[in-house]
């Protein structure tokens, strides 16, 4: 019978890409023809109605976003009050947007000095990163503030995800709470799997001696018409939440999704994140030190984070992660590798070989992730997992997405592994024979 992991590298469906759960919007009429006519007369994009209210221990804030006769009605709620009353988060949440429409920003409330401030570097890098952001005027009351004498505790936006934990084990001393962000890489109408990712979420801070925050946003649904997600607004969505929080934290730390020799021009920075800071608080863009194999084995020394992993943006069933994407595979290989898979039980299948050489590695993060995977089983020592050193390979050598044409290649490289196998079994089997002989005489 045949060894799936040995020769189901030709039978395994090809595995599904890791995409995010929101879908790409298409710009409405207004925004298209700014993007694509310079000649137009510049439009504005006026914050106004900025309200804030609260029930119990929670809050709400909200604004009315307007772009001439388009309107958009934005809104936070926080599971823990209090929340800021200036105008700072909504400064975080439409100045890129501002940009991309080349419109001037007016925001009918007050904007901490510190931010006002860094918002000119924002821009000098943006329109650096993007041809289509072009500066803007900001136009927004200036606040006095007044320093806080009391000391706040740090937090640190928490998804259950590789970077996040290693950001929190990292600072497990320092970090006081955690942030999880609904409406983030999950969209609100997903209610049953927010709650269940939610109370998955706090159980992991309470076993961590931790607490956790909830804070809903329909802010995305607002971003998605004006700015790319990941290449322009994804710090900027987190600034704006961190902002609003600001009265509850010194620190707020945002988990690195890069390590620095993977740095490109992107949404979430080390030098976009900060410039988000407030008077009130500093946030801190944690993580670049680490490559993604390092921060899993971080994770796999923490018993709570392995029972609390979430890696999957497009699982919907009741086990956290499906296994099936790449996301998911590129984890499970490394925690396999650090011999911590089987103690991870967040994964809906063991891990398959044969989806693992099927992994589209012509993309550059794609490929950088698979190559560290491999160096990592090189080093802890490859002969000791020989299947999976080969899935990496053939996954980088993309042999089984080639269709057709990929076969005769397929059949000269099995053959090839063959012949290397007998190979190495005629030493072993001289040298027993050999063994022998002399216990013999």
Not at 290 to 312: E, G, K, N
Request: a positive charge; one cysteine or more.
């Amino acid at each position: 019978m045949c060894n799936n992991e040995a020769f189901g590298f030709f039978l395994g469906p090809a595995p599904v890409r890791p995409r995010d759960a929101y879908r790409p919007r298409t710009c409405d009429a207004m925004t298209a023809s700014h993007l694509s006519d310079s000649s137009a007369p510049s439009p504005t994009l006026r914050v106004e109605d900025i309200r804030h209210s609260h029930d119990r221990d929670a809050a709400r804030a909200s604004a009315r976003l307007s772009i001439g006769s388009t309107q958009h009605d934005v809104w936070f709620r926080v599971s823990r009050a209090p929340i800021a009353s200036r105008a700072d988060a909504w400064l975080c949440a439409t100045l890129i947007p501002a940009m991309k429409l080349g419109a001037a920003l007016q925001i009918d409330g007050a904007v901490g000095p510190r931010l006002l401030a860094s918002s000119s570097s924002v821009q000098d890098i943006m329109a650096m990163w993007s041809p289509r952001c072009r500066r803007v005027s900001i136009r927004a009351d200036r606040s006095d503030v007044e320093p806080r004498t009391a000391p706040r505790p740090a937090a640190c936006f928490f998804s259950g995800g590789v970077d996040s934990f290693y950001t929190l084990l990292k600072h497990r001393d320092a970090i006081d709470t955690l942030i999880f962000v609904h409406g983030h890489d999950t969209p609100l109408d997903e209610r049953d799997r927010l709650a269940a990712i939610s109370q998955r979420i706090h159980a992991a801070a309470r076993e961590l001696g931790k607490s956790a925050i909830d804070v809903e946003t329909n802010l995305r649904d607002f971003s998605e018409r004006y700015a790319t997600w990941a290449p322009e607004y994804f710090g900027s969505f987190l600034g704006s939440i961190a902002a609003l929080l600001a009265p509850q934290f010194a620190t707020i730390y945002i988990p690195a999704s890069c390590d620095y020799n993977q740095l490109d021009p992107f949404g979430s920075h080390p030098l976009l994140d900060p410039l988000w800071s407030t008077d009130e608080m500093t946030i801190v863009h944690d993580g670049c030190e680490a490559t993604r194999f390092q921060r899993v084995a971080r994770i796999a020394a923490s018993d709570v984070a392995l029972r609390y992993l979430r890696v999957c943006l497009r699982d919907r069933g009741p086990i956290e992660n499906c296994a099936r994407c790449e996301k998911c595979l590129r984890t499970m290989v490394s925690l396999r590798i650090l011999g911590a898979l089987d103690h991870c039980r967040t994964f809906a299948h063991p891990l398959d070989l044969a989806r693992v050489a099927r992994v589209d590695t012509s993309s550059d993060e794609t490929r950088s992730y698979v190559e560290e995977n491999l160096r990592a089983l090189r080093d802890v020592g490859a002969a000791n997992d020989p299947l999976l050193e080969q899935a990496l390979q053939d996954a980088l050598g993309g042999l089984y997405r080639r269709g057709v044409w990929g076969w005769p290649v397929r059949a000269a490289r099995l053959a090839g592994r063959a012949l290397r196998r007998q190979g190495r079994s005629a030493p072993r089997a001289e040298s027993s024979r050999a063994v022998v002989s002399e216990a013999s005489s």
